[in-house]
């Protein structure tokens, strides 16, 4: 089956760059998607279709590929940005869709 | 105001079945796929099933092959989810999603699966 692969953890200062990569074999052809989830609380999308922001997400997330890596971004990371942040996509068939393995982001 | 509201969640035994409800609110429902997603209590998102806007296009994570249907009512602008043969490892709290990239969710509905 299809897998997307996150690092475990991040952990940034405030105000400097936290990058959460994703890996997975059809992301040069499928869109990757970023989901933040807070404790207890239901996913946020925060980037689309690789690299597009939601209206209401700050201009800080930002999201990029290279071949079979997909990368978010916090710029200027505040403590708010604690989060678990998951990218998502589909396999090459684009029948069989896939969140990653999630990755838990520390501001401190 | 966009919303999805899930219910129908709780207590099921083992071998048993279960039907969740999506209520959407806010927007064109028929416009517009839909999505179950699941996580299990301390556990990552598990994406579970999607449908296309009229129904005749579904998608099912392979560990619910057979076992779970989606389906929706446009006219009541809700999405269900009829779950049978529950296992333990099912236990979750459900989601319900707008679009292909679930660009909404709900609050979820969680099921519990024990004797």
């Known amino acids: 089956s299809y897998e997307l692969t996150q690092p475990p953890s991040v952990s940034v200062s405030p105000g400097q760059t936290a990058r959460i990569t994703c890996s997975g074999d059809a992301l040069p052809k499928k869109y990757a998607y970023w989901y933040q989830q807070k404790s207890g609380r239901a996913p946020v999308l925060v980037i689309y279709e690789d690299d597009k922001r939601p209206s209401g997400i700050p201009e800080r997330f930002s999201g990029s590929t290279s071949g079979t890596m997909a990368t978010l971004s916090i710029s200027g990371a505040q403590v708010e940005d604690e989060a678990d942040y998951y990218c998502y996509s589909t396999d090459s068939s684009g029948n069989h869709f896939v969140f990653g393995t999630g990755t838990k982001v520390t501001v401190l | 105001e966009v919303q999805l509201v899930e219910s129908g969640g709780g207590l099921v035994q083992p071998g048993g079945s279960v039907r969740l409800s999506c209520a959407a609110s806010g927007f064109r429902f028929n416009n517009y796929w839909m999505n179950w997603v699941r996580q299990a209590p301390g556990k990552g998102l598990e994406w579970v099933a999607n449908?296309?806007?009229?129904?005749?296009?579904?998608n099912y994570v392979d560990s619910v092959k057979g076992r779970f249907t989606i389906s929706r009512d446009n006219a009541k602008s809700s999405l269900y989810l009829q779950m049978n043969s529950l296992r333990a490892e099912d236990a979750a709290v459900y989601y319900c999603?707008?679009?292909?990239?679930?660009?909404?969710w709900g609050k979820g509905t969680t099921v519990t699966v024990s004797s």
């Open positions: 449908i296309n806007q009229d129904g005749n296009e579904k």
């Open positions: 999603g707008r679009s292909r990239y679930m660009d909404v």
